[in-house]
């Protein structure tokens, strides 16, 4: 099966290993996209989103406060701020933020 991957686009790929990676009977969880205030597992503060990637899935947060960009940080690890549009159709996770 491998071998037929490399003849698919990017999208394709994404999808297939999303497939092929998901838990069974885990929910998906929301997809983070440019812009999202979150705040993160960990870390102190809300952030602002400012690149995504989906493999491997992580992003790269701004503190709204200011300071150095985090990078590499974990999709998991994310906690919105704000509320999914009904137009996206991830699955809705949200948690309170914690304060350490």
Known sequence: ???????KNKKDLEKHWAEHTRNPGT????VPKKGDRVGANGRTGV???V??????KVVDLQPLKGGPVEKEIPW??????????ASQPAAK?????TEQ
């Open 1 to 7: 099966m491998l071998w037929d991957m490399k003849s």
């Open 27 to 30: 929910q998906q969880g929301r």
């Open 47 to 49: 952030f602002s989103i």
């Open 51 to 56: 690149e995504v990637r989906r493999i491997p």
């Open 76 to 85: 998991t690890a994310l906690t919105f701020m704000d509320r999914e549009e």
């Open 93 to 97: 996770i949200e948690k309170e933020p």
